[in-house]
């Protein structure tokens, strides 16, 4: 006789049955999933905290221009952000915690504007 996949309990019921109640199918997948979610969180969180360690390290007096392409060969992912600010030009910083960057193109090179949060740009 077959077991519930959950609780190993014997099955009654119809053939191909693989849980004995809702709960058990419901808790099966949640522990399933689970661990799917937390990796998917904690890799998420990993990159933002390295995209802040690497603006903070390029950005020691609270503005600076640095290559995209040194940013990015350290680790630098610019899809993780945290939050934006727009400012009046229109530009849009994307911000890791509390330090923010703007791409720029100077001469077909891109660059980005570092910059670090200010109690105006609330």
């Keep these: 006789m077959a077991k519930c996949l959950n609780c190993n309990e014997k099955l009654k019921g119809r053939e191909g049955k693989i849980f004995?109640?809702?709960y058990c199918r419901s808790n099966y997948h949640?522990?399933?999933n689970k661990d799917k979610?937390?990796?998917l969180f904690r890799s998420i969180d990993k990159q933002l905290r390295?995209?802040?360690r690497?603006?903070?390290n390029y950005n020691k007096s609270g503005k600076a221009i640095v290559r995209k392409e040194d940013l990015l060969k350290e680790g630098f992912n610019p899809k993780y952000f945290t939050h934006y600010w727009k400012n009046q030009q229109g530009d849009v910083y994307l911000f890791c915690y509390e330090f923010g960057f703007l791409e720029k193109k100077e001469n077909r090179k891109s660059k980005y504007v570092l910059v670090q949060w200010q109690e105006y740009m609330k």
């Design 50 to 52: 390295a995209n802040r």
């Design 54 to 56: 690497l603006l903070k």
């Design 30 to 32: 949640y522990q399933k």
């Design 20 to 22: 004995c109640t809702p």
């Design 37 to 39: 979610e937390s990796n």
